[in-house]
C-alpha cells in the first residue's frame, strides 16, 4: 500500500530538478570593494513611498512567477511580497534616522548574496521606520535544511497491531459498543476542527538534495513549513557578516547596538474572524490555535500539543507540554491535600488540645514582648489553636510521605512522557549546537519583627493590640513580599554580569549558567523567610528572666502561645497568591495595558477602518516582544511553584491546590498571550526543559528534608507523641488517641515567677485585672524546672525525651522516604517499553524503505531509458 502510494509522489519530484542556486559574488568580497560608499544608499527616500512597496530582489525571481495566477488575497493579507507569490519568511525593522546606515548596506548586501530575496517598505504609521521584508528561496531553504539537518517527512509510518485471539477481538467490539452510548469525553479537541499534521504521520529522515526523490514533497512552497522556513533564515541572519573582522557577524549583534530596531517572524494572519470555526473552519493556524487553546472557553480541554509545536517550535511546545503535566499531576495532590484539610475541620471538635486552650480560661502567659505586651489568659488564643489543628492533625505526616513520592513520581513519569513527545516530534537524536545581599535582607525583616511586636502591642485600636502577633506577621509578610520583587532587579543584572564573566563557550552553556544563577538568586530571596519562620522563629528566645537580644537591645520574637505553625502557614499563604497574582498581571496585564494604548493611538489617527487595513508586518511590530530570556520567565515562575508546593507542604497542605488553580489560569494566560500580545517568537528546537530538570530534583531532595523538619521542629506532632506514650493517661499502655492526651498542655507549659523578670522586660500591668491581686506566677511554652527547683529554669527530662524523638523522627523519616524515592525511580523505566519496541522496530523499517526508494527511483529510470531508445551495458539492477 505505501509503496504504491509514495511511488507516485517521488515520480513527480524527480521529474523537474531543482537547480542549485550559486551567489553571484562571496560574501567577503564585499568587503574589500568601494561600490558600497560609492552607491546610492538603500535608506534613501527616493526609493521609499509612504505605504508602497519596493522591491530589492533578484530579477530571476521576478521570471520565476511570470505566467502564473497569483491569487489576490496573497497580495492583500501582508504575508507575500508585492509580486503575491514569494512568502514573507522574516522581517527586520531599522529607522532611516539611525546613524548605522553603512552597517546595515553591508548586512543587507551579503544577505542577498546569501541568495535570500528582499522587499522595503515604509510604515504607514511613521514614515522613519523601514521594514524589510526577507524571503528565501527553494535553492536556499533545500541548502541549508541539509547544513541544519533539518529532518523531514518521506514515508508514512505504518503501524503494527499485535495479534489477539477471536474472544479478545469480540470484547474490544463490546467495549467500543458501550463507549458509543457514552456522552464524549469533555476534556478532548474536537479533531475535526485541528488540521492533519501529516508530519506526525510519518517517518523522517535529515533532508538530503541528493535524496531528494526520497521525500514527500506536494508542493515545494508548503514542503517547509513557516516556522522552519523562519528558522532557517534566522540561521543564515546569524551568520552574515555586517563589518570586516572576525566578531562583526550576525543579526543579535545589530539589534544590540541598535542598527536594527526588532527581527521577527510573521504571525500567519489574523487570530479572530467574523465567521465561525465550526461552520467556516480556521482562516490560519494562529486562528485555530486561539479557538482551540488560548480561549478562555476551553480552559478545561486537553492542549493541541502538535499544534503548538508546528506554529512555535519544539522549545515551546516541550514548556507547554511540562506545564499540563504539572498542571495535571497537581489534581491527586491537591485532592489529598484538601482531604488533609477537611480531615483537620472534621476532627476540630474532638481535638483534646485544641479543647483545653480554649478551657484554660485560669492558665496566664507570660507577656510576649518587653514592657508594653500584657498578662494573658491561655483561652485567648482558642482562635488560633483551632486554626493551627487545620493544618497540624494526624494526617499531615501522611501527606509529607505523600507528596515526597509525589514528587519522584512527577519527574519519573515526566522522563516517560519527554521520551514519547521526544519520539513524535523526531528529537531523540537531535543535539543542540551575591547571596549576601539577601541576608542583610531577612535580617532588615527580622528586626522589624522585632520592634514591631512592642510597637503594635501599644497600640490605641483594641484590633491590633489583642492581635499585635498576627498583624506583625502579617506586615512583615507584605513587607518582604515588596523587597523580593525589588530584589528581582537586582539579581538579574547580578546573575547577568557573573555568566558573561565565566565567558561560556557555546549559548547553551550560557543559558544554564545564567538559569542556575538566577533560580539560586531566587529560591534564596523568596524562600528565605519562611525557612527563618520555619527553624529559627521562637527557637533562640530563652526564657522569661533571661531573654536572648540582639545586639543587646532587642528581645527575639516569640512564637503564639499556640505554636508557630500559624505564621508559617500565613507566609505561605499571602507569599503564594501574592507572587501568582502579580506574575499573572505582568505576564498579561502589562502587555495588554501597552498593546491597548499602541490600538488608541493608531484609531485616534487613523480611525477604525485604517488600522484593520495594516499589512500583517505592521500590526506584528505593534505587539510586544518576547522579553530577552525567552521562556526562562516562565519556567521560574513554575519551578518556584513546584517548590513552594512540595518543601513546606505539610505546614500548608493547602499549596497543591492553590498551585493547580493558578496552572489552570497560567496555561490559557500563557496561550493568550503567546497568540494575541506576543510578536511570534522564532521556532527553535530543544529535547527536553534543560537544566530545570536537574533543579526539579533538587527540589524533590530538598523537601524531604525541610518536610521532616517541619513536622519534627515546627509542628507539635513529636511532642504530643512523647506525652502520648510516656508521660499522659495511656504511658505504657501503647495507645496514641485523644483521651491519651488528657493534661498535654499543662504538661507543655513550664512556670516563671514574676518577681524574676529582668528590669527591661518588666510590663507595665502587673496582672491585678485576672484576679484581683498582683499576679505571682505566669506560665510559657518550654519544658524547663520551676523557679524553687534546685536548678531554676533547667531543661527538664521530657525536654530531652522530646529532643531525641525529634531527631529520631527526621533520620527515620528522611530514610524511609529516600528508599521509597529510589525504589520508585528503579521500577519506572525512563522510557516506556512499547516505545523502545517501536523505536528499535522503526530503525530498521526506516533502513528499509530508503534501500527501497532508492530501488524504485533506479528501476524507473532504467525504465525511461529503455522507452526513449537509450541501452547500457552492465547496468544494475
Known amino acids: 500500500m505505501e509503496a504504491s502510494s509514495s511511488g507516485s509522489t517521488i515520480s513527480s519530484v524527480t521529474g523537474g530538478k531543482a537547480k542549485t542556486h550559486q551567489p553571484a559574488k562571496d560574501v567577503n568580497i564585499f568587503f574589500d570593494e568601494l561600490e558600497g560608499v560609492n552607491s546610492p544608499s538603500k535608506d534613501d527616500d527616493s526609493l521609499l513611498h509612504h505605504g508602497n512597496l519596493t522591491s530589492t530582489s533578484d530579477d530571476a525571481s521576478r521570471l520565476e512567477v511570470v505566467g502564473e495566477e497569483v491569487p489576490d488575497k496573497n497580495k492583500t493579507n501582508g504575508l507575500y511580497f508585492r509580486d503575491g507569490k514569494c512568502r514573507i519568511d522574516y522581517i527586520l525593522v531599522y529607522r532611516k534616522s539611525n546613524p548605522q546606515t553603512e552597517k546595515r548596506e553591508v548586512f543587507e548586501r551579503n544577505i542577498r548574496a546569501e541568495g535570500l530575496q528582499m522587499e522595503k517598505e515604509s510604515s504607514l504609521t511613521n514614515s522613519d521606520i523601514i521594514f524589510v521584508k526577507l524571503h528565501a528561496p527553494w535553492e536556499v531553504l533545500g541548502k541549508y535544511a541539509e547544513l541544519m539537518n533539518v529532518r523531514m517527512p518521506f514515508r508514512r509510518k505504518i503501524y503494527y497491531l499485535h495479534r489477539r485471539y477471536k474472544f479478545m477481538n469480540r470484547i474490544e467490539k463490546q467495549i467500543s459498543r458501550f463507549r458509543g452510548w457514552l456522552p464524549r469525553k469533555p476534556m478532548k479537541l474536537d479533531k475535526e476542527t485541528l488540521p492533519d499534521l501529516e508530519e506526525n504521520d510519518c517517518y523522517t529522515a535529515p533532508f538530503s538534495q541528493q535524496r531528494i526523490h526520497h521525500f514527500i514533497i506536494?508542493?515545494?512552497?508548503?514542503?517547509?513549513?513557516?516556522?522552519?522556513?523562519?528558522?532557517?533564515?534566522?540561521?543564515?541572519?546569524?551568520?552574515?557578516?555586517?563589518?570586516?573582522?572576525?566578531?562583526?557577524?550576525?543579526?543579535?549583534?545589530?539589534?544590540?547596538?541598535?542598527?536594527?530596531?526588532?527581527?521577527?517572524?510573521?504571525?500567519?494572519?489574523?487570530?479572530?474572524?467574523?465567521?465561525?470555526?465550526?461552520?467556516?473552519?480556521?482562516?490560519?493556524?494562529?486562528?485555530?490555535?486561539?479557538?482551540?487553546?488560548?480561549?478562555?472557553?476551553?480552559?478545561?480541554?486537553?492542549?493541541?500539543?502538535?499544534?503548538?509545536?508546528?506554529?512555535?517550535?519544539?522549545?515551546?511546545?516541550?514548556?507547554?507540554?511540562?506545564?499540563?503535566?504539572?498542571?495535571?499531576?497537581?489534581?491527586?495532590?491537591?485532592?489529598?491535600?484538601?482531604?488533609?484539610?477537611?480531615?483537620?475541620?472534621?476532627?476540630?471538635?474532638?481535638?483534646?488540645?485544641?479543647?483545653?486552650?480554649?478551657?484554660?480560661?485560669?492558665?496566664?502567659?507570660?507577656?510576649?514582648?518587653?514592657?508594653?505586651?500584657?498578662?494573658?489568659?491561655?483561652?485567648?488564643?482558642?482562635?488560633?489553636?483551632?486554626?493551627?489543628?487545620?493544618?497540624?492533625?494526624?494526617a499531615t505526616v501522611f501527606f509529607a510521605v505523600f507528596m515526597a513520592v509525589w514528587a519522584t513520581v512527577f519527574l519519573e513519569f515526566w522522563k516517560r512522557r519527554r521520551a514519547v513527545i521526544a519520539y513524535d516530534w523526531d528529537l531523540i537524536d537531535w543535539e543542540e549546537e551575591e547571596i549576601c545581599v539577601v541576608i542583610a535582607a531577612v535580617f532588615g525583616i527580622v528586626i522589624y519583627r522585632v520592634v514591631t511586636v512592642s510597637t503594635f502591642a501599644a497600640f490605641k485600636w483594641a484590633l491590633i493590640r489583642n492581635n499585635s502577633q498576627v498583624a506583625t506577621t502579617g506586615t512583615a509578610v507584605c513587607i518582604n513580599f515588596c523587597i523580593i520583587m525589588l530584589l528581582n532587579v537586582l539579581y538579574e543584572k547580578v546573575a547577568l554580569f557573573l555568566t558573561n564573566l565565566e565567558q561560556p563557550r557555546t549559548e547553551s552553556e550560557w543559558e544554564n549558567s545564567f538559569t542556575l544563577k538566577m533560580f539560586l538568586f531566587q529560591f534564596v530571596n523568596l524562600n528565605s523567610s519562611t525557612f527563618y519562620i520555619a527553624f529559627f522563629l521562637g527557637r533562640f528566645t530563652g526564657h522569661p528572666g533571661a531573654y536572648l537580644r540582639l545586639i543587646n537591645r532587642w528581645r527575639l520574637e516569640e512564637c503564639h502561645p499556640s505554636g508557630c505553625l500559624i505564621d508559617l502557614c500565613m507566609q505561605m499563604g499571602i507569599i503564594m497568591v501574592l507572587k501568582q497574582t502579580w506574575n499573572n498581571f505582568m505576564e498579561l496585564g502589562y502587555p495588554l495595558?501597552?498593546?491597548?494604548?499602541?490600538?488608541?493611538?493608531?484609531?485616534?489617527?487613523?480611525?477604525?477602518?485604517?488600522?484593520?487595513?495594516?499589512?500583517?508586518?505592521?500590526?506584528?511590530?505593534?505587539?510586544?516582544?518576547?522579553?530577552?530570556?525567552?521562556?526562562?520567565?516562565?519556567?521560574?515562575?513554575?519551578?518556584?511553584?513546584?517548590?513552594?508546593?512540595?518543601?513546606?507542604?505539610?505546614?500548608?497542605?493547602?499549596?497543591?491546590?492553590?498551585?493547580?488553580?493558578?496552572?489552570?489560569?497560567?496555561?490559557?494566560?500563557?496561550?493568550?498571550?503567546?497568540?494575541?500580545?506576543?510578536?511570534?517568537?522564532?521556532?527553535?528546537?530543544?529535547?527536553?526543559?534543560?537544566?530545570?530538570?536537574?533543579?526539579?530534583?533538587?527540589?524533590?531532595?530538598?523537601?524531604?528534608?525541610?518536610?521532616?523538619?517541619?513536622?519534627?521542629?515546627?509542628?507539635?506532632?513529636?511532642?504530643?507523641?512523647?506525652?502520648?506514650?510516656?508521660?499522659?493517661?495511656?504511658?505504657?499502655?501503647?495507645e496514641a488517641g485523644q483521651k491519651c492526651m488528657v493534661g498535654y498542655v499543662n504538661a507543655s507549659l513550664s512556670v516563671f515567677l514574676v518577681s524574676d523578670f529582668e528590669n527591661r522586660s518588666e510590663p507595665t500591668s502587673n496582672g491585678s485585672e485576672f484576679s484581683g491581686s498582683p499576679l505571682k506566677y505566669c506560665r510559657y511554652r518550654d519544658y524547663r524546672d520551676p523557679p524553687h527547683s534546685p536548678v531554676p529554669y533547667g531543661y527538664t527530662l521530657q525536654f530531652w525525651h522530646v529532643l531525641a524523638a525529634r531527631l529520631a523522627f527526621i533520620i527515620v523519616f528522611e530514610h524511609l522516604v529516600f528508599c521509597i524515592k529510589h525504589l520508585i525511580s528503579y521500577l519506572i523505566p525512563d522510557l516506556p517499553k512499547d516505545l523502545r519496541d517501536r523505536m528499535r522496530r522503526e530503525k530498521y523499517l526506516i533502513q528499509e524503505m530508503m534501500y527501497e526508494a532508492e530501488l524504485e527511483r533506479l528501476q524507473k529510470e532504467r525504465k525511461e531509458r529503455k522507452k526513449n531508445g537509450k541501452s547500457y551495458h552492465n547496468e544494475w539492477p
Open 218 to 394: 506536494h508542493n515545494k512552497d508548503t514542503f517547509f513549513n513557516n516556522a522552519t522556513r523562519s528558522r532557517i533564515v534566522h540561521h543564515i541572519l546569524q551568520r552574515v557578516k555586517y563589518e570586516e573582522g572576525k566578531n562583526k557577524i550576525g543579526l543579535n549583534r545589530l539589534l544590540s547596538n541598535g542598527s536594527y530596531e526588532a527581527a521577527f517572524p510573521l504571525h500567519e494572519g489574523s487570530y479572530r474572524s467574523k465567521n465561525s470555526i465550526k461552520t467556516h473552519g480556521a482562516e490560519n493556524h494562529r486562528h485555530l490555535l486561539y479557538e482551540c487553546w488560548a480561549s478562555w472557553g476551553v480552559w478545561y480541554k486537553y492542549q493541541p500539543l502538535d499544534l503548538v509545536r508546528r506554529y512555535f517550535g519544539e522549545k515551546i511546545g516541550l514548556y507547554f507540554a511540562w506545564l499540563g503535566w504539572y498542571t495535571g499531576m497537581l489534581f491527586p495532590a491537591a485532592f489529598i491535600g484538601l482531604f488533609v484539610f477537611l480531615y483537620g475541620v472534621t476532627t476540630l471538635n474532638h481535638c483534646q488540645v485544641s479543647k483545653e486552650v480554649c478551657q484554660a480560661t485560669d492558665i496566664i502567659m507570660c507577656p510576649i514582648c518587653d514592657k508594653y505586651c500584657p498578662f494573658m489568659r491561655l483561652s485567648d488564643s482558642c482562635i488560633y489553636a483551632k486554626v493551627t489543628h487545620l493544618f497540624d492533625n494526624g
Open 593 to 734: 495595558i501597552q498593546n491597548w494604548w499602541t490600538r488608541r493611538k493608531l484609531r485616534q489617527e487613523y480611525g477604525t477602518q485604517g488600522k484593520t487595513s495594516f499589512p500583517q508586518w505592521e500590526k506584528d511590530y505593534n505587539l510586544q516582544p518576547m522579553n530577552a530570556y525567552g521562556l526562562f520567565d516562565e519556567y521560574l515562575e513554575m519551578i518556584l511553584q513546584f517548590g513552594f508546593t512540595t518543601i513546606f507542604v505539610a505546614a500548608f497542605p493547602l499549596a497543591p491546590l492553590l498551585a493547580l488553580l493558578n496552572n489552570i489560569i497560567e496555561i490559557r494566560l500563557d496561550a493568550y498571550k503567546f497568540v494575541t500580545q506576543w510578536r511570534r517568537p522564532l521556532a527553535s528546537r530543544a529535547k527536553d526543559i534543560g537544566i530545570w530538570y536537574g533543579i526539579l530534583e533538587g527540589i524533590g531532595i530538598l523537601s524531604v528534608i525541610t518536610n521532616a523538619f517541619v513536622i519534627a521542629v515546627t509542628s507539635d506532632f513529636i511532642p504530643r507523641l512523647v506525652y502520648a506514650y510516656k508521660y499522659g493517661p495511656c504511658a505504657g499502655q501503647g
